[in-house]
């Protein structure tokens, strides 16, 4: 398949319902699947940076207009505008996950699988979106101190994340012919609520929330946020902060992404 996209990441979303790709009869194809991952932190649970034992029952999130590409030469998100696409296909449209479905040892979840023309997809594109309900729902628990805090948090961020190769422990997206690659779409949760694992003055913690602003927003020793109460309850400070932690959830692996409001 022979042909070039040039794309500005800001006419991509206009461009989703032409850029799916199409192949020609004697292509070499394979199958590509998506999958989207919460890490550790979702499954197995951690403690935030304020020393609250935090685990989920349900983490929702809504990824929309997921894009992988063949890009050459590969994108780099800190550095390029446009992602120069030989190959690109569209994986899905929309898909509601629950990120902290399975046990702690479970594998990144399935969300679609996709046959292509075979190659490396290397840059990866979605937006965290929806215009039907919240793009992101935390369910679960906070314990500290031998008080526990059911919470049930609703986010509401319209992001698209423009992402490079994935960067991880093996290589993501080499599809063979007549075999089976994934690309993945990272979520990390701890630029949220902070790892107390890591040293108080890394840029993990001094950027995160932590827990300790939704439990002070508590009711009846339960905390149930709605996005309005994000924007009306937390102080300016800490509503700043959260946009900015939106704009880093999206990661391929530990590979970084560029976000942008959609």
Known sequence: MDRTWSLSLAVIPFLLGTIACTQSP??????????????????????????????????????????????????????????????????????????????????????????????????LSWELFSDTEPSLVLIGAATRDGTTIPFEITMNPSLAFFCGDFVGDQRKGILEPEGTADVEATFHFDHLFGDIDAPADEIINRGALGFDPFAALAQDGVVNLTPEDLETKLTKVEKIQLADIYKGLGHVGEGHCRAEEV
């Open 26 to 123: 004697d292509a070499q194809v394979g199958t590509l699947e998506l999958r989207a991952n919460g890490e550790d932190f979702i499954r197995q649970g951690f403690t935030s940076k304020d020393g609250w034992q935090i685990e989920f029952d349900y983490v929702y999130a809504n990824i929309q207009n997921v894009i992988a590409y063949q890009s050459e030469p590969p994108f780099n998100p800190d550095t390029d505008v446009e992602i120069a696409a030989e190959i690109n296909v569209l994986l899905t449209e929309s898909a509601k996950v629950d990120l902290a479905e399975g046990n702690e040892n479970a594998a990144p979840i399935l969300v679609k699988q996709v046959e292509t023309p075979a190659g490396r997809y290397n840059a």
